[in-house]
């Protein structure tokens, strides 16, 4: 739990607070700013949570071509044919598809 709370220091929850009620989000406007900071760290909590219960899901249906861009270079994909991996270039980059092997 103190990783998480060292994780939002790293945010300005006061400027999110101030947009979430400048926009009315969620009817944030009509929130005592408490109330709304509140809400984004318990939110912002179970979101990490969900990550370390399941980030194979998460970052599957979380920007998966975000995450991609971020693997640093040399990228290993695993041919379908092959045991061995090979070396994707970085013009060949794509997202990669995980294949469970049968074999056994």
Known sequence: MQKTEQQIEQFDLEI???RLQLTGYQNCDCMAPGDV???FIKWLNSTVESINNEPEWWVQNHNLGDFYTHLPE???ECEDNEQD???VT?????PAIII?????
């Open 90 to 94: 970085s013009q060949q980059k794509e």
């Open 37 to 39: 900071k509140a809400a």
């Open 16 to 18: 999110i607070v101030e």
């Open 85 to 87: 991996y090979i070396q």
């Open 74 to 76: 040399p990228v290993f």
């Open 100 to 104: 469970a092997n049968s074999k056994s």
